[in-house]
């Protein structure tokens, strides 16, 4: 069974970090691209950042700078380092993968990506 679980969610102020961890299980983490996308109330569900089989990271122009992906093979964890948090950034966050494997899709097609987490709630407050 696929599963991803994130977790490292809270309330933070603004200029705060929080770092975002999605454990997997049911598939080898280290031959799937993994993705972190957040959706915000009445907003779109949006692709923050992803990383490929090969370790090529991608950021959306928004958290570039701020955020950084990164995945522990040995541990079937990604993660996701939020720096200088800005209210902006408040959403719902939830790592995904695609099933098919490889390089086969690249990991920036977000329509691509087909198990997801749960997700876990990020807000940035004063």
């Known amino acids: 069974q696929v599963q991803l679980v994130e977790s490292g969610g809270g309330l933070v102020q603004p200029g705060g970090s929080l770092r975002l961890s999605c454990v997997v299980s049911g598939f080898t983490l280290e031959y799937h691209p993994m993705g972190w996308f957040r959706q915000a109330p009445g907003k779109e569900r949006e692709g923050v950042s992803s990383i490929s089989v090969d370790g090529t990271t991608y950021y959306t122009d928004s958290v570039k700078g701020r955020f950084t992906i990164s995945r522990d093979n040995a541990k079937n964890t990604v993660y996701l380092q939020m720096n200088n948090l800005k209210p902006e950034d408040t959403a719902l966050y939830y790592c995904?993968?695609?099933?098919?494997?490889?390089?086969?899709?690249?990991?920036?097609?977000?329509?691509?990506?087909?198990?997801w987490g749960q997700g876990t709630q990020v807000t940035v407050s004063s």
């Open positions: 995904a993968t695609i099933s098919v494997g490889g390089t086969v899709v690249p990991a920036t097609e977000w329509d691509e990506y087909d198990y």
